[in-house]
């Protein structure tokens, strides 16, 4: 098993469930600063005001707030995302506990609101641009790459609101003018860019994690959101070529392996329709430039009738991505048959894989299946790739001796690793593996900070109590010989 010389290790972060400092020099309102905590069990809410009046709405797919609603900050809720880590003060310390364990890169995401408050201005917030160049020239000063993700589920809230979440072309100019800024800032500090994270998570939300949504309705808003975002994406990449040649972008797909519960032919089918909708039409899209032929089955499933023009189709064409990036954390099953062993937890539905083993969250461990997508997704696109999400997150306990033993994420990290090196050796072109989180951060999907994923512990806890002090986990000392060793040296 052999990495390649000039491999990139790391690990992965976004804005809003690191940064905190949400109403600080100058930065606007995003989504997720009216998203509350939640739970394994309870689900985060979106807050606003209506008539005058509090309310919210659960933070589900396709959610949106009621008519006539603003979305508003309840000063008796807890919005964890309004802190976070604090990495927004934290930063040189953070970076330089990165440095120490020998990252190569490291993959944060910029939030919308801190460059455009509200996303229509005509210039950015200075305070905005100064704060991300002091992080990429903190990141140079250690020989850290940066990767950097555009978007990273941080619309800003009055554009998502005006246009109701990407339902007018007036987002994609936006969405350019914003890649625009930041590539004419950053020229010389960032080399990789990704357009949005986990873009295919649109279609996740309605069909996978137990949603079933059936509406045709909801299907036409989430197609014609995705439209309008792959022509943002292309049209990012082409300028971003134009502005520096040396700019290398990417899409960023939420990577989810399925596979047929039986050999019944029906399962063996509905599994590959599952993976074009959830996974490979918006790779298709992104690299390949153009939508697939079961496009078409997917629409008509839906009465979905896309606003799309010759000149979209061109767009698309000349806006390929240059790499393959994904998440990759568990793989699912599918069956069209009733099962009795299901699969519950946080995004995690259906039937259960009866050789997995499965963490308090209900996601399989299947390294076996990294392996499997790196080279299955290699032979279609044909393009560098990258690992830029991959973690357990877990609830950490301090021992008697003052220290977090974690094993079992060393365990985890250690099983893809092979698994990726696996499929390097297979042919597959590999270029960079960045875990989720590095440090302790929000958890996206329930707010909470007790399902810990890092090599850092952070002193905060789901109430938002705690110093915040940072403390090295086993799991630290661990990854440090892993690129010490450029992947060859795995051992505890």
């Not at 330089?96 to 190569?104: E, H, I, L, P, V």
């Not at 259960?352 to 299947?366: C, H, I, M, Q, R």
Request: charged letters at 25%; glycine letters at 8%.
């Amino acid at each position: 098993m052999s990495f390649p010389k000039g491999f990139l290790w790391g690990g992965a972060t976004a804005a809003n469930q690191i940064e905190g400092a949400y109403d600080v020099d100058g930065k606007g309102l995003s989504v997720t600063d009216i998203t509350t905590s939640g739970s394994l069990e309870a689900p985060r809410y979106l807050t606003y005001k209506l008539n005058g009046e509090l309310g919210k709405v659960p933070a589900m797919p396709g959610a949106g707030l009621p008519e006539g609603a603003e979305g508003a900050i309840d000063p008796n809720s807890y919005y964890p995302n309004h802190v976070a880590i604090d990495f927004y003060h934290y930063y040189k310390e953070d970076i330089k506990m990165f440095a120490d364990m020998g990252f190569t890169t490291f993959r944060l995401s910029i939030a919308w609101t801190r460059i455009f408050p509200k996303g229509d201005e005509e210039k950015p917030n200075q305070a905005g641009l100064d704060f991300y160049r002091k992080v990429f020239e903190e990141c140079k000063k250690y020989g850290i790459e940066p990767i950097v993700t555009i978007s990273h589920y941080e619309d800003p809230l009055y554009l998502s609101e005006k246009y109701n979440d990407w339902q007018d072309r007036t987002m994609i100019d936006m969405y350019v003018k914003y890649a625009k800024a930041l590539f004419e800032e950053y020229k010389g500090l960032v080399k990789y860019w990704l357009t949005f994270n986990e873009i295919n998570s649109t279609l996740l939300m309605l069909s996978a994690f137990g949603n079933n949504v059936t509406d045709d309705a909801t299907f036409q808003h989430a197609y014609q959101k995705l439209h309008y975002q792959f022509l943002a994406s292309a049209k990012a990449v082409k300028l971003a070529h134009e502005i520096d040649p040396n700019y290398v972008v990417g899409n960023m797909i939420c990577g989810i392996l399925d596979y047929p519960m039986t050999p019944d032919p029906k399962d063996v089918l509905a599994t590959r329709y599952a993976m074009e909708q959830t996974v490979l039409y918006c790779g298709d899209v992104q690299a390949k430039g153009e939508y697939p032929t079961y496009s078409k089955r997917l629409w008509d499933e839906h009465n979905v009738h896309l606003d799309i023009t010759e000149e979209d189709k061109k767009i698309l064409k000349e806006g390929k991505v240059d790499i393959y990036t994904f998440s990759y954390y568990m793989s699912n099953v599918i069956t069209t048959h009733e099962v009795k062993d299901k699969v519950g937890g946080n995004f995690a539905a259906g039937a259960k894989n009866p050789y997995l083993d499965y963490s308090e969250w209900g996601w399989a461990t299947d390294p076996t299946g990294l392996q499997y997508y790196l080279e299955v997704m290699y032979d279609r696109y044909q393009i560098p790739m990258m690992v830029v999400e991959n973690g357990l997150g877990a609830v950490d306990k301090i021992g008697e001796d003052g220290k977090i033993h974690d094993d079992y994420r060393i365990d985890y990290l250690a099983q893809h690793i092979a698994a990726m090196g696996k499929a390097v050796d297979d042919g597959v072109d590999l270029i960079a593996y960045t875990t989720w989180g590095p440090i302790d951060l929000v958890s996206a999907g329930t707010g909470q900070m007790s399902k810990r994923y890092g090599f850092i512990y952070v002193d905060r806890d789901d109430e938002g109590k705690g110093s915040l002090k940072r403390m090295p986990k086993d799991s630290f000392y661990w990854y440090k010989k892993v690129i010490a060793s450029n992947g060859e040296d795995l051992s505890k």
